[in-house]
């Protein structure tokens, strides 16, 4: 599976995360897993034991391992063949079974209604086509099913994110590269409500529902019974 078919758009917006850059952020990330730990308890709260669940963009894989841990048949899909690869040897040294796929967002590899529930963290603020990525995770949710996309408000103040960024421990230079990352970069792609409410209602699910987290915000999706 190629990260995108031949002729069609780059599934990203931006500078692919590949080679150094993906193996810097699956370091820094790992440096302090509680935010996974932390995601993870929550889906739990949302989902039945066992069931199957995806996760869209999962990096190196750090969330989708915790969701293993507990007992869900976990899959994961990302652009990223260097995060692809990253992700199976966290799972593997972890001992948990995840089913890592390299694939686009808009394009998934999966039969419809193929899991019960999606998650994608802190990545959909850089998919080149989100509304294709809504159809898909749609498509791809059984009846009933659920989905939870969680990323950067556009409204995060520079105080939110450097509180953010402290709670990270990580040391001095790499806090300032991920500082300047989030400013210059992040908070140049990441949606307003406005927005996220805009494409939530142009998609084909029968509810959402937008909450704000931290920096962050959560948009909650449902597919019909």
């Not at 002729?7 to 996974?36: C, H, I």
């Not at 260097?82 to 890592?100: K, L, M, P």
């Not at 402290?166 to 989030?182: G, I, Y």
Request: hydrophobic share 45%.
């Amino acid at each position: 599976m190629t990260a995108a078919r031949i002729g069609s758009p780059k599934g990203y917006r931006g500078v692919g995360m590949e080679g150094m850059v993906a193996t810097w952020y699956a370091r820094n990330t790992g440096r302090d897993l509680r935010r996974f730990k932390e995601t993870a308890r929550e889906v739990a709260a949302r989902v039945a034991p066992g069931a199957r669940i995806l996760e869209v963009a999962p990096g190196p894989g750090y969330l989708a391992i915790e969701l293993a841990g507990r007992g869900y048949k976990v899959t994961a899909l990302d652009i990223s063949e260097t995060f692809v690869q990253i992700a199976r040897q966290n799972a593997a040294a972890a001992g948990v079974a995840v089913d890592v796929r390299q694939g686009n967002a808009s394009e998934m590899p999966f039969a419809d209604e193929s899991f019960d529930f999606i998650v994608c963290t802190a990545a959909f603020k850089n998919f080149s086509d989100p509304g294709g990525a809504l159809r898909e995770m749609h498509r791809v949710l059984r009846p009933g099913g659920q989905a939870s996309i969680q990323d950067l408000r556009k409204d995060a103040t520079r105080d939110e994110i450097d509180a953010e960024v402290q709670a990270m421990h990580l040391s001095p230079l790499n806090a300032l590269v991920t500082r300047w990352t989030f400013r210059t970069v992040l908070m140049k792609r990441a949606y307003t409500r406005e927005t996220i409410e805009r494409l939530a209602r142009a998609s084909c699910f029968s509810r959402h529902e937008i909450l704000p987290s931290g920096i962050a915000f959560e948009l909650r999706l449902a597919k019909a019974a």
